[in-house]
Protein backbone atom coordinates (compact mmCIF):
# COMPACT_ATOMS: atom_id res chain seq x y z
CA UNK A 1 0.00 0.00 0.00
CA UNK A 2 2.75 1.96 0.72
CA UNK A 3 4.69 1.75 -2.40
CA UNK A 4 1.54 2.39 -4.96
CA UNK A 5 0.52 5.69 -2.13
CA UNK A 6 4.52 6.58 -3.47
CA UNK A 7 3.78 5.95 -6.85
CA UNK A 8 0.82 8.02 -6.99
CA UNK A 9 2.25 11.03 -5.48
CA UNK A 10 5.12 10.79 -7.97
CA UNK A 11 2.76 10.61 -10.61
CA UNK A 12 0.79 13.84 -9.47
CA UNK A 13 4.07 15.44 -9.23
CA UNK A 14 4.69 14.89 -12.65
CA UNK A 15 1.14 15.84 -13.93
CA UNK A 16 1.62 19.28 -11.99
CA UNK A 17 4.91 20.04 -13.32
CA UNK A 18 4.18 18.59 -17.18
CA UNK A 19 -0.16 19.43 -17.13
CA UNK A 20 -0.30 19.56 -21.12
CA UNK A 21 1.73 16.45 -22.26
CA UNK A 22 1.37 14.20 -18.53
CA UNK A 23 -2.10 13.25 -19.64
CA UNK A 24 -1.89 13.39 -23.60
CA UNK A 25 -3.01 10.11 -23.29
CA UNK A 26 -5.42 10.79 -20.72
CA UNK A 27 -4.67 10.25 -17.15
CA UNK A 28 -4.40 6.34 -15.38
CA UNK A 29 -6.38 6.03 -11.82
CA UNK A 30 -3.40 7.34 -10.01
CA UNK A 31 -2.67 10.83 -12.35
CA UNK A 32 -6.67 11.36 -12.20
CA UNK A 33 -6.01 12.72 -9.10
CA UNK A 34 -3.42 15.13 -10.44
CA UNK A 35 -5.66 16.76 -13.17
CA UNK A 36 -7.22 18.85 -9.89
CA UNK A 37 -5.10 21.17 -9.03
CA UNK A 38 -2.77 21.53 -5.78
CA UNK A 39 -2.65 23.50 -3.68
CA UNK A 40 -5.96 25.98 -4.89
CA UNK A 41 -6.08 26.67 -8.39
CA UNK A 42 -6.31 30.31 -7.93
CA UNK A 43 -5.41 32.90 -5.05
CA UNK A 44 -7.54 32.64 -1.81
CA UNK A 45 -8.71 28.86 -2.74
CA UNK A 46 -7.01 26.21 -1.62
CA UNK A 47 -7.49 22.41 -0.58
CA UNK A 48 -9.71 21.43 2.12
CA UNK A 49 -8.69 17.59 2.20
CA UNK A 50 -6.18 15.25 -0.11
CA UNK A 51 -8.10 14.59 -3.18
CA UNK A 52 -10.97 11.56 -3.22
CA UNK A 53 -11.02 8.92 -5.47
CA UNK A 54 -14.64 6.62 -6.41
CA UNK A 55 -14.69 3.56 -8.47
CA UNK A 56 -17.87 2.41 -9.92
CA UNK A 57 -18.56 0.36 -6.06
CA UNK A 58 -18.50 3.55 -4.56
CA UNK A 59 -19.97 6.50 -6.09
CA UNK A 60 -23.25 6.11 -4.45
CA UNK A 61 -21.11 7.56 -1.72
CA UNK A 62 -20.39 10.71 -3.03
CA UNK A 63 -23.23 11.28 -5.76
CA UNK A 64 -26.18 8.69 -4.19
CA UNK A 65 -29.35 9.35 -6.37
CA UNK A 66 -27.11 9.77 -8.85
CA UNK A 67 -24.83 7.09 -9.36
CA UNK A 68 -27.04 5.04 -11.28
CA UNK A 69 -27.65 7.79 -14.15
CA UNK A 70 -23.43 7.34 -15.25
CA UNK A 71 -23.38 3.37 -14.97
CA UNK A 72 -24.84 3.14 -18.85
CA UNK A 73 -21.81 5.37 -20.33
CA UNK A 74 -19.01 3.65 -19.19
CA UNK A 75 -18.46 5.15 -15.86
CA UNK A 76 -14.75 3.54 -13.81
CA UNK A 77 -13.48 6.53 -11.82
CA UNK A 78 -14.44 9.85 -10.19
CA UNK A 79 -11.81 12.29 -8.76
CA UNK A 80 -13.00 14.91 -6.36
CA UNK A 81 -11.34 17.68 -4.52
CA UNK A 82 -12.96 20.56 -2.21
CA UNK A 83 -11.86 24.09 -2.18
CA UNK A 84 -12.28 26.65 0.60
CA UNK A 85 -12.15 30.19 0.17
CA UNK A 86 -9.90 32.02 2.25
CA UNK A 87 -11.87 34.96 2.23
CA UNK A 88 -15.03 32.87 3.85
CA UNK A 89 -14.59 29.35 5.40
CA UNK A 90 -18.03 28.24 4.75
CA UNK A 91 -17.75 28.79 1.34
CA UNK A 92 -16.15 25.30 -0.76
CA UNK A 93 -15.66 24.59 -4.27
CA UNK A 94 -16.34 20.76 -5.27
CA UNK A 95 -14.51 20.05 -8.22
CA UNK A 96 -15.41 16.52 -10.44
CA UNK A 97 -13.60 15.07 -12.72
CA UNK A 98 -15.31 11.89 -14.04
CA UNK A 99 -13.70 9.22 -16.67
CA UNK A 100 -16.11 7.70 -18.48
CA UNK A 101 -16.11 5.08 -21.17
CA UNK A 102 -15.39 7.36 -24.55
CA UNK A 103 -15.70 10.94 -25.88
CA UNK A 104 -19.44 10.32 -26.66
CA UNK A 105 -19.98 8.51 -23.13
CA UNK A 106 -18.84 12.00 -21.92
CA UNK A 107 -21.18 14.40 -23.87
CA UNK A 108 -23.86 11.91 -23.11
CA UNK A 109 -23.71 12.75 -19.54
CA UNK A 110 -23.15 16.16 -20.48
CA UNK A 111 -26.08 16.33 -22.38
CA UNK A 112 -28.01 15.27 -19.45
CA UNK A 113 -27.79 18.52 -17.60
CA UNK A 114 -27.30 20.96 -20.71
CA UNK A 115 -30.87 22.42 -21.19
CA UNK A 116 -29.50 24.43 -24.44
CA UNK A 117 -29.85 28.09 -22.77
CA UNK A 118 -27.21 28.49 -20.69
CA UNK A 119 -24.13 30.55 -21.10
CA UNK A 120 -21.49 29.20 -22.88
CA UNK A 121 -17.93 28.75 -21.83
CA UNK A 122 -14.89 29.03 -23.98
CA UNK A 123 -13.24 25.90 -22.88
CA UNK A 124 -13.61 22.27 -23.45
CA UNK A 125 -14.83 20.44 -26.06
CA UNK A 126 -18.54 21.96 -25.13
CA UNK A 127 -19.26 23.48 -21.37
CA UNK A 128 -21.80 26.16 -19.60
CA UNK A 129 -22.12 27.83 -16.55
CA UNK A 130 -24.51 29.21 -13.98
CA UNK A 131 -24.47 31.31 -10.99
CA UNK A 132 -24.10 28.32 -8.50
CA UNK A 133 -21.92 25.50 -11.17
CA UNK A 134 -20.36 25.01 -14.55
CA UNK A 135 -19.99 21.91 -16.25
CA UNK A 136 -18.04 21.04 -19.51
CA UNK A 137 -16.77 17.80 -21.13
CA UNK A 138 -13.69 16.49 -22.74
CA UNK A 139 -12.42 13.87 -24.25
CA UNK A 140 -13.99 10.74 -21.77
CA UNK A 141 -14.02 13.55 -18.94
CA UNK A 142 -16.89 14.81 -18.01
CA UNK A 143 -16.27 18.30 -15.44
CA UNK A 144 -18.51 19.54 -12.68
CA UNK A 145 -17.96 22.18 -10.43
CA UNK A 146 -20.49 23.19 -7.84
CA UNK A 147 -20.64 26.08 -5.03
CA UNK A 148 -21.65 25.04 -1.80
CA UNK A 149 -22.16 27.40 1.14
CA UNK A 150 -23.41 29.87 -1.05
CA UNK A 151 -25.96 30.42 -3.86
CA UNK A 152 -23.69 31.58 -6.11
CA UNK A 153 -19.75 32.59 -7.14
CA UNK A 154 -17.82 35.01 -8.87
CA UNK A 155 -17.65 34.23 -12.89
CA UNK A 156 -13.70 34.52 -12.78
CA UNK A 157 -13.14 31.89 -9.92
CA UNK A 158 -15.92 29.21 -11.74
CA UNK A 159 -13.71 29.77 -14.60
CA UNK A 160 -10.13 30.04 -13.22
CA UNK A 161 -10.80 26.76 -11.48
CA UNK A 162 -12.66 25.25 -15.09
CA UNK A 163 -9.38 26.44 -17.02
CA UNK A 164 -7.30 24.88 -14.46
CA UNK A 165 -8.48 21.41 -15.04
CA UNK A 166 -9.21 21.46 -18.37
CA UNK A 167 -5.34 22.44 -19.25
CA UNK A 168 -4.94 18.83 -17.87
CA UNK A 169 -7.00 16.84 -20.09
CA UNK A 170 -6.61 16.18 -23.18
CA UNK A 171 -7.91 16.36 -26.49
CA UNK A 172 -9.09 20.52 -25.48
CA UNK A 173 -11.42 20.88 -28.14
CA UNK A 174 -12.76 17.88 -29.95
CA UNK A 175 -16.22 16.57 -30.58
CA UNK A 176 -17.65 12.97 -30.60
CA UNK A 177 -17.48 12.54 -34.72
CA UNK A 178 -21.32 10.80 -34.18
CA UNK A 179 -22.44 14.44 -33.45
CA UNK A 180 -21.57 15.43 -37.25
CA UNK A 181 -24.66 13.08 -38.36
CA UNK A 182 -27.18 15.64 -37.04
CA UNK A 183 -25.55 18.93 -37.71
CA UNK A 184 -28.35 19.39 -40.27
CA UNK A 185 -29.22 23.07 -41.35
CA UNK A 186 -32.09 23.43 -39.75
CA UNK A 187 -30.86 22.18 -35.82
CA UNK A 188 -31.45 23.74 -32.89
CA UNK A 189 -28.70 24.33 -31.25
CA UNK A 190 -27.80 22.65 -28.17
CA UNK A 191 -30.76 20.17 -28.53
CA UNK A 192 -28.55 17.48 -29.23
CA UNK A 193 -28.11 14.38 -26.68
CA UNK A 194 -26.76 11.08 -26.42
CA UNK A 195 -28.52 8.08 -25.12
CA UNK A 196 -26.49 5.27 -24.05
CA UNK A 197 -29.60 2.96 -23.74
CA UNK A 198 -33.24 3.11 -24.55
CA UNK A 199 -33.70 5.74 -26.79
CA UNK A 200 -37.10 7.18 -26.77
CA UNK A 201 -37.49 5.01 -23.92
CA UNK A 202 -38.10 1.77 -26.00
CA UNK A 203 -35.18 -0.91 -25.28
CA UNK A 204 -35.19 -1.79 -29.00
CA UNK A 205 -33.30 0.95 -29.27
CA UNK A 206 -30.47 0.23 -27.30
CA UNK A 207 -28.55 3.53 -28.20
CA UNK A 208 -28.60 6.56 -30.22
CA UNK A 209 -28.69 10.30 -30.99
CA UNK A 210 -31.75 12.74 -30.45
CA UNK A 211 -31.99 16.22 -31.14
CA UNK A 212 -34.35 18.79 -32.68
CA UNK A 213 -34.66 20.42 -36.24
CA UNK A 214 -37.29 23.27 -37.29
CA UNK A 215 -40.11 22.94 -40.04
CA UNK A 216 -41.57 25.44 -41.15
CA UNK A 217 -40.89 27.11 -37.90
CA UNK A 218 -42.06 24.16 -36.15
CA UNK A 219 -40.13 22.23 -33.99
CA UNK A 220 -39.63 18.38 -34.48
CA UNK A 221 -37.35 15.49 -33.22
CA UNK A 222 -34.87 13.45 -35.42
CA UNK A 223 -32.91 10.65 -33.69
CA UNK A 224 -30.32 8.19 -34.77
CA UNK A 225 -30.28 4.97 -33.75
CA UNK A 226 -26.29 3.31 -33.77
CA UNK A 227 -26.21 -0.09 -34.34
CA UNK A 228 -23.03 -2.21 -35.16
CA UNK A 229 -23.82 -3.18 -38.54
CA UNK A 230 -26.57 -2.73 -41.46
CA UNK A 231 -28.30 -6.52 -40.25
CA UNK A 232 -28.07 -4.89 -36.86
CA UNK A 233 -30.00 -2.12 -37.79
CA UNK A 234 -32.77 -3.98 -40.30
CA UNK A 235 -33.44 -6.51 -36.90
CA UNK A 236 -33.81 -3.33 -34.84
CA UNK A 237 -36.30 -2.31 -37.40
CA UNK A 238 -38.35 -5.01 -37.37
CA UNK A 239 -38.86 -5.12 -33.63
CA UNK A 240 -39.69 -1.63 -34.04
CA UNK A 241 -42.68 -3.09 -36.36
CA UNK A 242 -43.15 -5.48 -34.07
CA UNK A 243 -43.72 -3.17 -31.03
CA UNK A 244 -46.51 -0.97 -33.65
CA UNK A 245 -47.97 -4.05 -34.18
CA UNK A 246 -48.76 -5.16 -30.97
CA UNK A 247 -49.67 -1.41 -30.23
CA UNK A 248 -52.09 -1.80 -32.79
CA UNK A 249 -50.57 1.07 -34.50
CA UNK A 250 -50.57 1.72 -38.66
CA UNK A 251 -47.52 1.78 -40.46
CA UNK A 252 -46.59 1.57 -43.92
CA UNK A 253 -43.42 0.73 -46.45
CA UNK A 254 -42.15 3.50 -48.25
CA UNK A 255 -40.01 4.01 -51.12
CA UNK A 256 -41.96 1.27 -53.22
CA UNK A 257 -42.32 -1.02 -49.96
CA UNK A 258 -38.79 -1.73 -49.18
CA UNK A 259 -37.95 -3.25 -45.66
CA UNK A 260 -35.78 -0.01 -44.72
CA UNK A 261 -38.11 2.83 -44.82
CA UNK A 262 -41.34 3.41 -42.92
CA UNK A 263 -43.82 5.66 -42.00
CA UNK A 264 -45.50 5.04 -38.99
CA UNK A 265 -48.11 6.45 -35.92
CA UNK A 266 -45.70 6.39 -32.92
CA UNK A 267 -48.15 5.05 -29.87
CA UNK A 268 -46.00 7.51 -27.83
CA UNK A 269 -44.91 10.53 -30.37
CA UNK A 270 -47.05 10.28 -33.35
CA UNK A 271 -46.03 10.49 -36.93
CA UNK A 272 -42.58 8.82 -37.16
CA UNK A 273 -40.65 8.35 -40.30
CA UNK A 274 -37.69 5.93 -40.36
CA UNK A 275 -35.38 4.72 -42.65
CA UNK A 276 -32.25 2.28 -42.33
CA UNK A 277 -29.28 3.96 -43.89
CA UNK A 278 -26.45 1.66 -43.30
CA UNK A 279 -26.09 0.83 -39.78
CA UNK A 280 -27.85 3.26 -39.05
CA UNK A 281 -31.70 4.13 -38.15
CA UNK A 282 -32.35 7.68 -38.68
CA UNK A 283 -35.76 9.13 -37.65
CA UNK A 284 -38.05 11.96 -37.48
CA UNK A 285 -40.76 12.62 -35.34
CA UNK A 286 -44.20 15.06 -35.26
CA UNK A 287 -42.91 15.96 -38.98
CA UNK A 288 -45.13 15.59 -41.86
CA UNK A 289 -43.43 13.39 -44.64
CA UNK A 290 -42.37 16.14 -47.14
CA UNK A 291 -40.35 17.82 -43.91
CA UNK A 292 -39.52 14.17 -42.54
CA UNK A 293 -38.12 13.21 -46.45
CA UNK A 294 -35.74 16.79 -46.30
CA UNK A 295 -34.16 16.16 -43.37
CA UNK A 296 -33.52 12.18 -43.57
CA UNK A 297 -31.68 12.50 -46.58
CA UNK A 298 -29.53 15.56 -45.39
CA UNK A 299 -28.57 12.81 -41.97
CA UNK A 300 -28.56 10.56 -45.27
CA UNK A 301 -25.85 13.35 -46.75
CA UNK A 302 -23.73 13.70 -43.77
CA UNK A 303 -23.30 10.10 -43.14
CA UNK A 304 -22.10 9.75 -46.57
CA UNK A 305 -19.61 12.69 -45.85
CA UNK A 306 -18.49 10.77 -42.63
CA UNK A 307 -16.52 7.68 -44.19
CA UNK A 308 -15.20 6.71 -40.69
CA UNK A 309 -19.04 6.20 -39.33
CA UNK A 310 -20.42 4.20 -42.37
CA UNK A 311 -18.76 1.12 -41.53
CA UNK A 312 -17.30 1.21 -38.11
CA UNK A 313 -19.38 1.18 -35.03
CA UNK A 314 -18.57 3.76 -32.23
CA UNK A 315 -18.12 3.10 -28.61
CA UNK A 316 -21.57 1.17 -27.08
CA UNK A 317 -21.97 0.97 -23.20
CA UNK A 318 -18.80 2.91 -22.27
CA UNK A 319 -16.61 0.61 -24.79
CA UNK A 320 -13.47 2.86 -25.59
Avoid at 90 to 108: E, T
Avoid at 202 to 227: N, P, Q, S, T
Wanted: hydrophobic fraction near 40%; glycine fraction near 10%.
Amino acid sequence: MNRLRAICVALIGIVLLFPASAVSSGPDDCALRGVLPQPGFAAGWTLKEPTNLYVRDTLFEHIDGEAELFMPYGFDLLATATYVSASDPDVWLVADVYRMGSPLDAFGIYSNYRRGREELIDFGAEGFILPSQLMFYQDRYFVRLQVTGANSLPRSEFLACGRAIGQRLPNQKGRPRELEIVRVPDLVPGSERYFAKSLLGYAFFRRGLLAEALADGKRIRIFVVLEANGEAAGETLARYESHLAAEGRSFRRQDGGTPDSLAATDPLYGDAHIRRIGRFLVGVLGANQADAERVIEQIGARIAALPTLRGRPGPAGGTP
